[in-house]
């Protein structure tokens, strides 16, 4: 064989994408690179001596997927074959008359002379191809150790091709079973914004995987007050998710218990710390404010997370950082602090989350405080203007750089 026809299979191999196309590739080029009549492959994969499987046969008038179709491949017990299988070394026999009364017969039926070429796993041979001819000294001794290198280098290919194939099959999987999280954590947040007279509100939310932590939420306390949430558990991903679902569970329980922010933050802290092991190390950051728009009053208590911002109309900004305290299930005994701040027309109130903030450009520079604050400070007309101009100065700031942590907008605007 010259250097024209190894170069044209390995080019015809090279192309195959399934791992059985690419065995059928590979058979019809084996008389050309191993010499005899045919072949068999063998498999010991879960067995013991001295029995094996036929997984396939040039004989064979239809072809069977070993991978797909694994309760179709004959089951053989003992005999010739399985002494040469189990011998866990190649070997040509030359002249032979395998009998009539050979487990394997109906295989290699007429047989003079073969080849076993066994493909090793972890040290073992747990497959081997058995090449057969129907004349004596079928084959060349001086092949056996180049014909060995090759059907080991194609048989780890093969197993590689099956392994992505497995895998492309396994992240296919998960990434469906995302997405369903994902969907159901959506279903958690808000279906619609609230009316609330008076308030204009947008919001904005993106995670960086299917499923996230971040979390916020309007509840209606009646006598026209509203809770106002916003939230962040550490991490991404399913766990964070899961930890927002028992969250968002605790909350619609319990917010029309306490009309003081700080003791509903107290008790959510309490509960959480209470199975802190169940979550793996994970904590929440909060802010949840009451807002009674009688008064225009918004009281607050805060979990360790990013102060919210308060704009005004002459575009100065303050932040509401009198109630800071830790972050929820981090110390079961915290006591959380309350404070109380006014909200006049024209004012927006921002709540977000740090993965605004923390956001990097493809150099690694964080999207930062400074560059938010630019763009709550701009002459915008309402609070979706104020979200969609954070969300797109973040999109062009990072460039493409794959997001790394969920991002949260919510803005209320006093009209």
Not at 295 to 316: E, F, I
Not at 389 to 404: M, S, Y
Request: include cysteine.
């Amino acid at each position: 064989m010259d250097v024209d026809q190894v170069l044209d299979i390995m080019r015809e191999m090279s192309l195959q994408t399934d791992p059985q196309r690419m065995v059928n590739v590979f058979r019809r080029h084996t008389s050309t690179l191993f010499g005899g009549d045919g072949s068999i492959s063998l498999s010991r994969r879960g067995l013991t001596f001295p029995d094996f499987r036929i997984t396939r046969s040039t004989r064979w008038a239809e072809e069977i997927n070993p991978w797909k179709e694994p309760d179709r491949l004959p089951l053989v017990h003992g005999g010739l074959i399985a002494d040469l299988f189990y011998s866990d070394t190649a070997q040509i026999l030359n002249d032979i008359d395998i009998p009539t009364i050979d487990p394997a017969f109906p295989f290699v039926e007429g047989t003079r002379s073969l080849m076993t070429l066994p493909l090793y796993d972890a040290g073992t041979a747990l497959n081997m191809v058995v090449r057969i001819a129907n004349e004596p000294n079928g084959f060349d001794a001086n092949r056996l150790a180049d014909a060995i290198l090759v059907a080991n280098m194609f048989g780890k290919a093969t197993n590689h091709l099956l392994t992505a194939r497995r895998l492309e099959a396994a992240y296919a999987e998960l990434d469906h079973e995302m997405k369903r999280v994902s969907a159901l954590q959506r279903a958690l947040l808000p279906a619609r914004l609230p009316t609330i007279p008076g308030v204009d509100i947008a919001a904005s939310y993106r995670t960086a995987a299917r499923a996230g932590g971040d979390y916020y939420d309007f509840f209606n306390l009646g006598d026209g007050r509203w809770g106002l949430l916003i939230a962040d558990v550490s991490g991404h991903g399913v766990a964070a998710a899961v930890v927002m679902a028992v969250l968002r569970t605790m909350l619609h329980g319990q917010c029309h218990r306490h009309d003081a922010p700080c003791e509903l933050l107290s008790s959510l802290n309490g509960q959480l710390a209470d199975h802190a092991d169940r979550y793996d190390g994970l904590f929440v950051t909060a802010f949840y404010g009451i807002f009674d728009p009688r008064d225009g009053t918004v009281c607050y208590s805060c979990a360790g997370h990013n102060p919210p911002l308060l704009v005004c109309p002459d575009q100065t900004v303050r932040e509401l950082d009198q109630a800071q305290s830790l972050p929820l299930a981090v110390q079961g005994s915290c006591k959380y602090e309350q404070a109380e701040a006014s909200i006049h027309g024209g004012q927006t109130l921002l709540l977000y989350t740090d993965g605004v903030t923390d956001a990097a450009n493809p150099s690694g520079e964080m999207y930062g405080r400074d560059r938010l604050l630019s763009c709550v400070r701009e002459d915008v007309p309402n609070a979706q203007h104020i979200v969609d101009c954070v969300t797109h100065k973040l999109l062009a700031f990072t460039d493409g750089r794959p997001q790394e942590d969920d991002q949260t907008l919510v803005a209320l605007r006093i009209i």
